[in-house]
């Protein structure tokens, strides 16, 4: 079988590219290996991690782009249609300039063959021009994010500090598909966490990040071995997963 080729993109320090790196090198998981990994920031530690593990890296600078949208020396890509239907000058720019870095993104998931996308700390939202290209098929996903908090509670930039100031019992990280809203995709897998009486918050978080190691690379693995089926669910454009058992494995 071959392997599934897939591609990880972090903003900062990276340690669930790491646990996912081990996870792969210790043959916990399988049939997967890691094809390219990219950031947002050149100086992410994520970044030295891949370097370390010899694996190629690539970066996506959005600031620049917005700049050369604004100087005209960067223009939209062919294929966007649908900067003319948005008014507002700042906002065109914004998603003219977004598209093209994605347009960039594009041409490294094509170059390096992606199966399957990896969100890890990534902290930049995809446009509907990036998802109508790389995942068309909305009962076909194959961009993943991690989150650190029991979705649909807490979305946003700060779930281990908003759950922690909010005084949750529970808690834990979630693995979810990724749509076109802001942490709203198909959950694959979540885990439970209890608080403990005695818990500061870095132990708080501690306890949320080590959930995290394992559960991602766990979810990578539902989806190397094609046990994820995607469902339409009772809610209106709200699809569902579906972990189907291992005997009934797609692919
Ligand atoms: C994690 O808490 C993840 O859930 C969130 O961003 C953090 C990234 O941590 N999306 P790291 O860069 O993997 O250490």
Redesign the pocket.
């Known amino acids: 079988m071959r392997k599934k080729r897939i591609a990880v993109l ?10 996912i790196i081990i996870a792969i090198a210790t043959g916990k998981l399988k049939n997967v290996e890691i094809v390219c990994v990219g950031s947002n920031k050149t100086d992410a ?2 970044l030295e991690r891949a370097k370390e593990a010899g694996i190629p890296t690539f970066t996506l600078d959005y600031k620049a782009a917005l700049q050369g949208v604004k100087d005209r020396t960067i223009f939209a890509p062919a294929d966007l249609g649908w900067q003319n239907a948005v008014e507002d000058e700042a906002t065109t720019q914004k998603l003219t300039s977004q598209a093209f870095v994605e347009n960039e993104l594009l041409d490294y998931m094509k170059k390096y063959a992606v199966d399957l996308l990896v ?5 930049r939202v995809f446009t509907k021009y990036f998802l109508d290209r790389f995942q068309p098929d909305t009962f076909n996903p194959r961009v993943m ?4 908090s029991l979705l649909p509670a807490f979305p946003g930039t700060d ?2 500090g908003d759950t922690w100031k909010y005084g949750v019992k529970v808690y834990g ?1 979630t693995v979810h598909f990724i749509n076109s809203g802001v942490d709203t995709g198909p959950i694959i897998l979540q885990t439970a966490l209890y608080k403990k009486r005695n818990d500061t918050f870095d132990s708080f ?1 501690e306890r ?2 080590r959930a ?1 190691w394992k559960l991602y690379p766990e979810c990578i693995q539902l989806f190397v071995d094609g046990r994820l089926i995607v469902e339409p669910g009772e809610e209106k454009e709200r699809n569902l997963v579906r972990i189907a058992p291992q005997k009934f494995a797609t692919s």
């Open positions: 972090a903003s900062g320090n990276g340690s669930n590219l790491k646990a530690y994520a969100c890890a700390g990534y902290m994010n991690i989150h650190p779930g281990y990280p978080k949320g990040l995290e």
